[in-house]
C-alpha cells in the first residue's frame, strides 16, 4: 500500500533472463580468450648491452706486433624472449667503424676505411621469430610463417686505398701459409677410416598448411658509398642505394627477389670530358629488379616443370665509356693483381720447399728400409 513494488529481487521477466544468459555466455568466451593468450607466458627474458667493443688486429713483424687494423661497435643491444609458442630475438648496432693502419706512420691519425654514414636511428638492426606450428593461432593467418628474418642496415661508406687494399687482400695468404707449415705432414701416406653404415633415421615430415612459409627473410640496405684510390688520389666513387633482398621459402620453392634503386659510378679526375660513368635516367623507376625461383623437384610431379625460373629488368640506365677511365681502373686492378700474383708465388716457393723436404725425408726412410 506505500506504492513500492512487490516483485522479489530474484525474480526476472523472461526478456531478463535471456539477457543474463547472453551476459554470461559473453563472460565466458572472455574467459576463454584470455586463457589462451595467457597460455602463451613468457619463460625467458635476456636483455643485453654493451656500450663499445674494439677490436685490433695485429702483424708480427721485425719490430714487435704491429697494428693494421681496428674494429669498433658502439651501442650493441640483445633481446632474447621465449614464450610457450614462440621465440623472438632482436639485436642492433649503433655505429660501425674500421680504422687502417697500413699506410700510416708513427704520430699520424690512421685512415677511416669503413664507417656507418648516417647517425640517424641505429647503423644495424636483426630481428628473428620462430612460432611452433602446433600453437593454436599459427593457422589464423592468411599466411602462415614458421621463421621470420628482418635485417635493416643503413648507409655504409668505404674508402680504399690501393696499398691497403694490397696489404689487406696478403694477410689471409700468409695466414694461410703459416697454417699450412704448421700442420702438413712429412710423409704423404695416411691411414683414411671410413665410417660404418648405420641405419638411416627416419624424418617425421610434417603436413604444411595452404601457402604456408617455412622461412621469410627480409633484408633492407640503405646504401653502399664507395671509393678507390692510390698515393695519387682518388680514381672512382660508386654510390648504390635502396638494396632490398627477400628469401621466401616454401614447400614447393624458394623465391629470391632482389631490387635495387639507384647507382651510380663517377670518375674522380677533375680533369675528365665526362665525370658520371653510370647513371640513372630516370629516378621514379628501379634500376635493377630481379627474380629467382627454384622449385622443389621432390614436390613436383609433373616432368615438364621447371627447375629454375630466372627474371631480371635493367631500366633506364645512361652508360659513357671513356677510354682514360677505362684505362685507369684496368691499371689499378692490374697493379692489385700483380702483388697477389707476386703474394702467391712466394707461398708457392715455400710449398715446394716443404714439399722436397718431406720427400727427401722419405726417400731416406726408403733407403734405410732396403739397406736393411
Given at each position: 500500500?506505500?506504492?513500492?513494488?512487490?516483485?522479489?529481487?530474484?525474480?526476472?521477466?523472461?526478456?531478463?533472463?535471456?539477457?543474463?544468459?547472453?551476459?554470461n555466455?559473453?563472460?565466458?568466451?572472455?574467459?576463454?580468450?584470455?586463457?589462451?593468450?595467457?597460455?602463451?607466458?613468457?619463460?625467458?627474458?635476456?636483455?643485453?648491452?654493451?656500450?663499445?667493443?674494439?677490436?685490433?688486429l695485429?702483424e708480427?713483424?721485425?719490430?714487435?706486433?704491429?697494428?693494421?687494423?681496428?674494429?669498433?661497435?658502439?651501442?650493441?643491444?640483445?633481446?632474447?624472449?621465449?614464450?610457450?609458442?614462440?621465440?623472438?630475438?632482436?639485436?642492433?648496432?649503433?655505429?660501425?667503424?674500421i680504422?687502417?693502419?697500413?699506410?700510416?706512420?708513427?704520430?699520424?691519425?690512421?685512415?677511416?676505411?669503413?664507417?656507418?654514414?648516417?647517425?640517424?636511428?641505429?647503423?644495424?638492426?636483426?630481428?628473428y621469430?620462430?612460432k611452433?606450428?602446433?600453437?593454436?593461432?599459427?593457422?589464423?593467418?592468411?599466411?602462415?610463417?614458421?621463421?621470420?628474418?628482418?635485417?635493416?642496415?643503413?648507409v655504409?661508406?668505404?674508402?680504399?686505398?690501393?696499398?691497403?687494399l694490397?696489404?689487406?687482400?696478403?694477410?689471409?695468404?700468409?695466414?694461410?701459409?703459416?697454417?699450412?707449415?704448421?700442420?702438413?705432414?712429412?710423409?704423404?701416406?695416411?691411414?683414411?677410416?671410413?665410417?660404418?653404415e648405420?641405419?638411416?633415421?627416419?624424418?617425421?615430415?610434417?603436413?604444411?598448411?595452404?601457402?604456408?612459409?617455412?622461412?621469410?627473410?627480409?633484408?633492407?640496405?640503405?646504401?653502399?658509398?664507395?671509393?678507390?684510390?692510390?698515393?695519387?688520389?682518388?680514381?672512382?666513387?660508386?654510390?648504390?642505394?635502396?638494396?632490398?633482398?627477400?628469401i621466401?621459402?616454401?614447400?614447393?620453392?624458394?623465391?629470391?627477389?632482389?631490387?635495387?634503386?639507384?647507382?651510380?659510378?663517377?670518375?674522380?679526375?677533375?680533369?675528365?670530358?665526362?665525370?658520371?660513368?653510370?647513371?640513372k635516367?630516370?629516378?621514379?623507376?628501379?634500376?635493377?629488379?630481379?627474380?629467382?625461383?627454384?622449385?622443389?623437384?621432390?614436390?613436383?610431379?609433373?616432368?615438364?616443370?621447371?627447375d629454375?625460373?630466372?627474371?631480371?629488368?635493367?631500366?633506364r640506365?645512361?652508360?659513357?665509356?671513356?677510354?682514360?677511365?677505362?684505362?685507369?681502373?684496368?691499371?689499378?686492378?692490374?697493379?692489385?693483381?700483380?702483388?697477389?700474383?707476386?703474394?702467391?708465388?712466394?707461398?708457392?716457393?715455400?710449398?715446394?720447399?716443404?714439399?722436397?723436404?718431406?720427400?727427401?725425408?722419405?726417400?731416406?726412410?726408403?733407403?734405410?728400409?732396403?739397406?736393411?
Amino acid at each position: 500500500g506505500d506504492g513500492r513494488s512487490t516483485t522479489p529481487p530474484s525474480v526476472k521477466t523472461e526478456g531478463e533472463e535471456g539477457e543474463v544468459e547472453r551476459k554470461n555466455e559473453e563472460v565466458a568466451i572472455s574467459i576463454a580468450s584470455s586463457g589462451a593468450i595467457s597460455s602463451d607466458r613468457v619463460k625467458l627474458s635476456i636483455k643485453f648491452q654493451m656500450k663499445e667493443v674494439i677490436l685490433h688486429l695485429n702483424e708480427h713483424g721485425d719490430g714487435g706486433n704491429i697494428e693494421r687494423l681496428k674494429f669498433l661497435l658502439s651501442e650493441m643491444e640483445t633481446e632474447v624472449v621465449m614464450k610457450s609458442w614462440d621465440l623472438s630475438v632482436a639485436a642492433s648496432i649503433g655505429s660501425a667503424e674500421i680504422q687502417d693502419y697500413f699506410s700510416s706512420g708513427i704520430n699520424v691519425e690512421p685512415y677511416i676505411m669503413v664507417h656507418s654514414g648516417s647517425n640517424d636511428g641505429r647503423f644495424l638492426t636483426f630481428n628473428y621469430c620462430k612460432k611452433d606450428p602446433q600453437s593454436p593461432d599459427y593457422g589464423s593467418s592468411p599466411q602462415p610463417t614458421e621463421q621470420f628474418v628482418k635485417i635493416e642496415m643503413l648507409v655504409v661508406k668505404v674508402q680504399v686505398q690501393q696499398g691497403s687494399l694490397i696489404k689487406l687482400m696478403s694477410m689471409p695468404l700468409s695466414i694461410m701459409a703459416e697454417i699450412k707449415r704448421k700442420d702438413q705432414p712429412l710423409s704423404a701416406t695416411k691411414d683414411v677410416t671410413l665410417p660404418k653404415e648405420g641405419r638411416a633415421m627416419k624424418k617425421v615430415v610434417r603436413r604444411h598448411l595452404p601457402g604456408e612459409r617455412a622461412m621469410y627473410i627480409e633484408a633492407t640496405f640503405g646504401g653502399l658509398e664507395v671509393t678507390l684510390g692510390d698515393e695519387h688520389g682518388d680514381i672512382l666513387s660508386a654510390d648504390i642505394t635502396g638494396l632490398n633482398t627477400t628469401i621466401t621459402m616454401l614447400e614447393e620453392w624458394t623465391v629470391v627477389t632482389a631490387s635495387m634503386k639507384n647507382v651510380m659510378l663517377v670518375d674522380a679526375d677533375p680533369n675528365s670530358c665526362h665525370s658520371q660513368v653510370v647513371s640513372k635516367m630516370d629516378d621514379s623507376l628501379t634500376v635493377i629488379s630481379t627474380e629467382i625461383r627454384m622449385f622443389n623437384t621432390n614436390s613436383v610431379h609433373d616432368a615438364s616443370s621447371l627447375d629454375l625460373f630466372l627474371s631480371a629488368t635493367v631500366q633506364r640506365l645512361t652508360v659513357f665509356l671513356v677510354f682514360k677511365f677505362v684505362n685507369r681502373v684496368m691499371h689499378y686492378v692490374d697493379e692489385v693483381m700483380e702483388e697477389l700474383k707476386l703474394a702467391k708465388k712466394a707461398l708457392g716457393l715455400f710449398e715446394e720447399r716443404s714439399t722436397s723436404k718431406a720427400v727427401k725425408i722419405h726417400d731416406v726412410q726408403e733407403e734405410k728400409n732396403g739397406s736393411k
